[in-house]
């Protein structure tokens, strides 16, 4: 059985395929990719896949489902609550039939969204997990080491601001609150981080990114690639500023102190962990003084926002394993991995303490 790749055309696919050949993968041009036949696809995005010839597994690219989008005007989707996307019929099915032959949902409520918005696919939803959750809590006894090759030293704090992408991501709407940070904490006993969405890096090039933010890398700011994991980050944090994006609510189910700077609660899907933590964690006021800010958060219940991002922790490998292997119509081999730690986060040279 061999697994190979391919990128859809979409405007935030910019360098997707140069870091997948740089993994050593095998990716095949779009075009080509749709005239061949496959046992099996697995995407965790909507665009292209009614081009695809296999047998079609569909999953969640962040937190849950916990972004909205608008109605379509089809019966089942209309209701009192705006449409969530992922989970509604205009992008699972095509001509009135069913494109994935399973969608991995991460909790046992999303059915109940699912039989609201698109019923006839409730017959090949599969409650899984949450694969990342689960690596992020598998990661956490590698704390130390992530902080040690961020170059945060035993005393200091690190402060992780996260950006979802778009005008009303943080990085978008709060463009100055890095450098205030940065001028206002105490360098001896914090460290800033921050933590950008793939689609910021993809819409603006990485030169741009990095020369917009090169003063304040000059003056400490830790600035990971894209192409590194993100969730070393997270489990290295102490505090987290984030927007309505799914770090914010990973961050706050695994414990951390966090404070928002989310647009409002329109921007994300009523009944999700994005919604929770919204409406139970503090918001900054990048007009006020940080620090004190930071040392009078509110307490966020992590039990509940994980919960709400899983309703199976601690089995996304297995179950997700499962299902493949039922697509392709196999008997799985030998036993289930457990998750695993991400790797060890890697600076560029030119980041300075």
Known sequence: MQTVFTVPPDAFNRGVTRHLRRLGALVLPWAQAVRERFDLALAAAYGGLSDLHAPLMVMAHGAGYGKPTRPTGRGPAMSTLPPVYGLDAQRLTRNGE?????????????????????????????????????????????????????????????????????????????????PLLLDQ????????????????????????????????????????????????????????????????????????????????????????????????ASRLDPRRPLLPQLRSVRTVDHAAVAGMITSRPGQAGPLLRQTMYRLLQLTEPGRHRRATPVPVPRLRSEVTR
């Not at 914010?248 to 695994?254: E, K, P, R």
């Open 185 to 280: 904490l105490p360098a001896q006993r914090f460290r800033v981080a921050a933590l950008l969405h793939p689609a910021v890096w993809c819409a603006h090039g990485h030169r741009q990114v990095r020369a917009w933010l090169r003063s304040c890398r000059e003056a400490g700011l830790i600035l990971l690639d894209p192409e590194e994991d993100w969730r070393s980050l997270v489990v290295s944090a102490d505090h987290v500023i984030g927007d309505h994006g799914s770090v914010t609510a990973y961050s706050a189910a695994l414990g951390r102190n966090v404070l928002h700077l989310a647009p409002g609660l329109e921007a994300v899907t009523a009944g999700s962990a994005q919604e929770l933590v919204i409406n139970s």
């Open 98 to 178: 069913v494109l994935a032959a399973a969608i991995a949902l991460s909790c046992d409520d999303q059915l109940d969204i699912l039989r609201r918005q698109c019923p006839e696919a409730l017959p090949v939803a599969v409650v899984t997990g949450d694969p990342c959750f689960d690596q992020l809590v598998a990661s956490l006894p590698e704390r130390e080491r992530y902080r040690r090759a961020l170059g945060v030293d035993t005393e200091q704090e690190l402060v992780v601001v996260s950006s979802t992408w778009g005008r009303t991501g943080l990085f978008g709407n709060w463009p100055d609150l890095l």
